[in-house]
């Protein structure tokens, strides 16, 4: 889950919108994709975990990328 606020485009927020796959050997592979309003200048994000199950759950390479369209 991400929120965050920005210059011109006010507090947003973003879930459910992640693309999963798994791989045999326990893993997955977690793509969430989102589009801030172009009025945006400037933005702050946080990035959250939640975990709704009593597993443990891990987390290895994260990696976030921003691309301009």
Known sequence: ???????????????????????NNGWAKMAYYFTLPQNCSQFQLTFFVW?????????????????KK
């Open 51 to 67: 975990n709704t199950s009593s597993a443990n759950v891990y987390f290895d390479d994260i990696e976030l990328k921003i691309k």
């Open 1 to 23: 889950m991400f929120s965050g606020k920005g210059d011109g485009c006010g507090d947003l927020y973003f879930a459910n919108n992640t693309e999963i796959i798994k791989y």
